[in-house]
């Protein structure tokens, strides 16, 4: 496996400062290792308050590692000193985060296409494309509305999109869908599912729901609480495509939830 | 309450269908709705200021208080024979002038100072001190300094508009959402996509906030310096018509100051309105209705 990996970590930690007056600081993450290949969707689960999103941001980049490295393609990225972090590592990895961060001075069509004319790539090609996942996502006829005129769950698929968009090699996921009603929730899953098989991304996707980790992953990773290390792994050998509303009686989905469920605490 | 039926569906029902957007028109009419109503309401207080005015003038006698209707006879005629209108457009050049020199340096510093936040604070005293001196004060100065022509009076708008501007663009930018940065960044955004994506836009209510409260100091601070010397403008007006026992001439004078702010501050907001619709309504009316 990690001879091909494509995204690889390798005991990284991170450590918040203690307040003053005291001398142990706290870890939230340590010695955490994974990898993920090149295609793979990797799940990740655990108790809130393990440190999943702090983990994702510095895969993303976006802060910075107490200890350990972050290697995509066998390329160390810089991540201990704040002065070199490279958000996004060039547009390698995307990030699909908790809230939907869509600029509220764009419209949806603006926001997905965002990525495509800060990276001077938006030509008749990308515009096509963005229109494409458009569609496919159900957010045809509501290019021209401004994010305060969408509801959760399409402003949730415009964020989503907005990062397909660009075709990043590797996309990581903080629990996208938590905000979501279970109705809504369930047909973003289907979605997201979807456009996984059109062009099977690698993806790294947080969640505190072991109902979504399997229904998604091709391998479920559970996190212990903090200081965050890996607890167990699991394959999820389920058939593709699954149905999502279907899979929650099938035996072997019930007898791999059970192995998680007791790993989670 | 009409249309109020169809404003509940999108809060109650997340679910991506349709139905949930019949909910705009029917908002836009109750707007209209609410607009028209609070249009009536102004013509009410309008007409009863104008009795108070009738009152007083009746009460006190026309040397003292203009009558409204003298008054409004002599802006007509004033406006028609061209002598206010030139006094008025003489006033309202040095403070779109001044609000221009003054405003528009006002909302480039912040944002050259933005990436030297140890400059910032070095001034920020400075301009602390700026902001709070009264304005009033330094328009003796400036006609020593720049005579009795248009130059001082530009000079005094100028720097009243600029502390007010340079304040509120200096919180639109230090209430930028860093999560907005973090994902223009992910996405390939560099420090100039940031400033013009991500910055700019952020402030640009703030800024208008700066220019509406701006914006009768500008006309206020042109009159003003018109008082101390001058001789033309409004502010000269009132000053002849005080100095010539014609208070029905000051009555001109302040009512066409009125108007003239009125018209500013339609100006504004439908520069505002064009600007920033992408704001949701009630943001929107919440920063119109001061």
Known sequence: MSAQALLEVHDLGKRFASRAGRDSSLWVIRDLSFSVADGEFLTIVGPSGSGKTTLLNMIAQIDVASGGEVRFQSEVAPINDPKSLNPGLSCRIGYV????NLLPWRTMLQNVLFPLVVQGRLNDETRARAEMLIRTVGLAGFENHYPHELSGGMRKRASLIRTLVYDPPV???????????AQTRTVLQEDLLRLWNLGRKTIIFVTHDITEAIALGDRTLVLTRAPARVAGE??????????IRGILTDPKFIEIYQRIREQVQ | MPGCAGTETPTGEKMATQSEFSAPPGENSSRVGTLIRSRGDQ??????????????SLWLGTYWVGSPWGTVVRLTTGVLGGELLSHASFTLAEAVIGFLLGGIPAVILPFLLRRLP??????????VGGYGAPKLALAPLFILWFGIGIESKIALVAITVFFIVYFSTLSGIRALDTKLVQMAQIVGADEKDVARHIVFPGAVPYIFTGFRIAMPYAIGGAVVAELISANRGLGYLIQLGAMNFDTTGVFVALLATGIIVFIGNTAVNVFERRLLRWRPPSDAKNQSGT
Do not use: S, Y
């Open chain 1, 171 to 181: 996309i990581l996921m903080d629990e996208p869908f938590g905000a979501l009603d």
């Open chain 2, 43 to 56: 013509l009410l207080v309008l007409i009863a200021l104008f009795a108070i005015w009738q009152a007083c």
């Open chain 2, 118 to 127: 140890i400059v910032t604070a070095i001034l920020d005293p400075f301009m």
């Open chain 1, 234 to 243: 699991h394959k999820i050998d389920l058939p593709r495509p699954r149905d």
């Open chain 1, 97 to 100: 985060t908790q809230e939907d």
